[in-house]
Nanobody, 126 residues
């Protein structure tokens, strides 16, 4: 059982930046693909970004490409999401997730992930 704990959310003005962190309890962290999803009020949870086990491959939703960067530090069992040029439409609860499966295609669907964090709120004011 992997426990994931997100941190770093908060309130920021449009155009600002935030860095989210997700710490994993599992010692075999490097065997999981890690992703960020988000859920805005009244909407379904949507994919944001994913990073491969070694950190060598990344994939982003079109809505955040060029503004967000996902990274990981396997020595610290932590995945990050650097969010720049934030927009009000980025307001959501952000979740990190871990997937055991290996896939050549990007893992961008909720059902592909085995473990989830509790979420951290990001609010972007206009």
């Amino acid at each position: 059982q992997v426990q994931l704990v997100e941190s770093g959310g908060g309130l920021v003005q449009a155009g600002g930046s935030l860095r989210l962190s997700c710490a994993a309890s599992e010692g075999t962290f490097s065997s999981y693909s890690m992703a960020w999803f988000r859920q805005a009020p009244g909407k379904e949870r949507e994919f944001v970004a994913v990073i491969g086990r070694s950190g060598g491959s990344t994939y982003y939703a079109d809505s955040v490409k060029g503004r967000f960067t996902i990274s990981r530090d396997n020595a610290k069992n932590t995945v990050y999401l650097q969010m720049n040029s934030l927009k009000p439409e980025d307001t959501a609860v952000y979740y990190c997730a871990a997937a055991r499966r290996y896939s050549l295609a990007p893992l961008n669907r909720n059902a592909q992930y085995d473990y989830w964090g509790q979420g951290t709120q990001v609010t972007v004011s206009s």
